[in-house]
Every structure is written in C-alpha cells, then in structure tokens.
C-alpha cells in the first residue's frame, strides 16, 4: 500500500472528510484481513464497521497516522478473536488493548497485515487492467472459481477465459516488476 497521510489535527477534531479518507484507505484491506480470519465476507465487514466506529469513537486518543493503523488493525483482529470465540466457546485470554508495534504482538498477525497489504497493492494494480481482465482474473485468481463457472456467469468462452486470464497476469507482471514480494504472491495466486 502506498504511504498514508493524514492530518491529525483535522482527525483529532472530527472532521468527516478526514475521516472519510481513513476509511477509503484502511477498509478494504482491512475487510481481507478481518475475512482471513472468520472466512465470512459479511462477518468481515461488520467487524471492520465496528472497528471504524470504535476508530471514531476514540479519535482524540490517536496522535499519528501510524497509531491509526496499530488502533484499526488490533481492534478488528481482537473483534474476529472475540467473534470466533463466542461461535466457538472459546475461554478468554488477556488481549493487549494497544501496541506500539505490530510486530512485536503477535508473528502471526503482523504475517497477515503484511499479505493483506501486499494483496491491496494487487487489487490497485488490478484495478489498472481492461474491465474484461478484471472480471476474471477477479473471478479466477481472487473467488477461486473454475473456468466453467466462471464462463456461465460471464458468457465467455473457456478460450476467451484463458486468454484474459493470460493478458492479466502478463499484465500485473509488468507492472509490479521490481516488487518481488508482489511477484512471489501473484505467482502463488496464478
């Protein structure tokens, strides 16, 4: 994801085009890692809802755009413990409220930020590619669907399919040359 900048004076004091741009930048990579933990897209985003309100909420609190990030990151990763716990029965265990830094709370969850992030920068480059490209390498790559359903819900053909699927990733290669973990995680996906 590329650099975040936010004027903390402007988000401190409530201003809701401030905080509308938090919300553009964090939400979706934090819908994926809220999903690599319940599996369940709609659970995901109200848990990234919540965590924004909660976000809101405790505004004045936050004193850097990095804090911001640590504050979105820990509480929708203790809201998907949280979840999973009540749908498990789960016991309870001692969750630290704040952190510094990520990497020190948990190896896991810092691995999960890092490939969520490295899927954002995908996604973005994505988002660059013709709308037929995007559609199915969407479909294919992102929704893990066969090129049989992929050609029922489209109305392409299996060749067409192959050949979007191939101008795609020759596509993002290119563009994300230079970025070699980006490269590792398109070729796992491909």
């Given at each position: 994801m590329p650099f975040f900048d936010v004027d903390i004076n402007a988000f401190n004091a409530g201003e809701r085009k401030t905080f509308d741009g938090v919300y553009r930048y964090y939400s979706r990579p934090l819908q994926h890692f809220a999903f690599s933990y319940m599996h369940n897209r709609v659970l995901a985003e109200e848990i990234v809802s919540d965590s924004m309100l909660k976000l809101w909420n405790n505004r004045q609190?936050?004193?850097?755009?990095?804090?911001?990030?640590?504050?979105?990151?820990?509480?929708?990763?203790?809201?998907?413990?949280?979840?999973?716990?009540?749908?498990?029965?789960?016991?309870?265990?001692?969750?630290?409220?704040?952190?510094?830094?990520?990497?020190?709370?948990?190896?896991?969850?810092?691995?999960?930020?890092?490939?969520?992030?490295?899927?954002?920068?995908?996604?973005?480059?994505?988002?660059?590619?013709?709308?037929?490209?995007?559609?199915?390498?969407?479909?294919?790559?992102?929704?893990?669907?066969?090129?049989?359903?992929?050609?029922?819900?489209?109305?392409?053909?299996?060749?067409?399919?192959?050949?979007?699927?191939s101008k795609a990733l020759s596509t993002l290669r290119k563009l994300l040359k230079g970025n070699i973990l980006l490269l590792v995680l398109l070729a796992k996906l491909g």
């Amino acid at each position: 994801m590329p650099f975040f900048d936010v004027d903390i004076n402007a988000f401190n004091a409530g201003e809701r085009k401030t905080f509308d741009g938090v919300y553009r930048y964090y939400s979706r990579p934090l819908q994926h890692f809220a999903f690599s933990y319940m599996h369940n897209r709609v659970l995901a985003e109200e848990i990234v809802s919540d965590s924004m309100l909660k976000l809101w909420n405790n505004r004045q609190r936050i004193r850097t755009a990095q804090q911001i990030k640590a504050f979105l990151y820990i509480a929708t990763r203790n809201a998907c413990i949280d979840s999973l716990r009540s749908i498990r029965s789960l016991p309870a265990t001692v969750l630290p409220e704040e952190a510094n830094d990520l990497k020190g709370q948990d190896p896991d969850v810092y691995n999960r930020i890092v490939y969520v992030e490295l899927l954002q920068q995908i996604e973005d480059a994505v988002e660059g590619l013709p709308l037929s490209q995007q559609a199915v390498f969407r479909k294919s790559f992102l929704e893990g669907k066969t090129t049989d359903e992929i050609a029922s819900e489209t109305g392409m053909t299996e060749s067409s399919i192959f050949t979007q699927k191939s101008k795609a990733l020759s596509t993002l290669r290119k563009l994300l040359k230079g970025n070699i973990l980006l490269l590792v995680l398109l070729a796992k996906l491909g």
